[in-house]
């Protein structure tokens, strides 16, 4: 089992950045940790994946060459650096986990099995 809690959310003008962070209860380097965002309305969306076996980064074309995924194993945390953003970046952004070999499409957010409360995070034109 798996507890995924985020931090970092906030309101930022369009230009701006913000860093999120998810915490993880157990030890994440057995798994694939991502982010998803979800606007009023919308559904739930991939944003960013990382495997920890292999260190590869997966990202939505949405926001490539703004945001950047990284983690920390010591800290069993792992981070989502948004830089430049945009005012449609503004949704609820959820961390989520699932077991590194896990079958499924990791850009769904159906292949995952954890998720945190999620944090809200406002970009103002």
């Known amino acids: 089992q798996v507890q995924l809690v985020e931090s970092g959310g906030g309101l930022v003008q369009a230009g701006g950045s913000l860093r999120l962070s998810c915490a993880a209860s157990?030890?994440?380097?057995?798994?694939?940790m991502g982010w998803f965002r979800q606007a009023p309305g919308k559904e739930r969306d991939f944003v960013a994946a990382?495997?920890?076996?292999?260190?590869?980064?997966n990202y939505a074309d949405a926001v490539k060459g703004r945001f950047t995924i990284s983690g920390e194993n010591a800290k069993n945390t792992v981070y989502l650096q948004m830089n430049s953003l945009k005012p449609e970046d503004t949704a609820v952004y959820y961390c989520?986990?699932?077991?590194?070999?896990?079958?499924?499409?990791?850009?769904?957010?159906?292949?995952?099995?954890?998720w945190g409360q999620g944090t809200q995070v406002t970009v103002s034109s």
């Open positions: 989520a986990a699932r077991w590194q070999y896990s079958s499924g499409n990791l850009y769904r957010a159906d292949a995952y099995d954890y």
């Open positions: 990382i495997m920890w076996n292999s260190g590869r980064t």
């Open positions: 157990g030890r994440i380097s057995s798994y694939t």
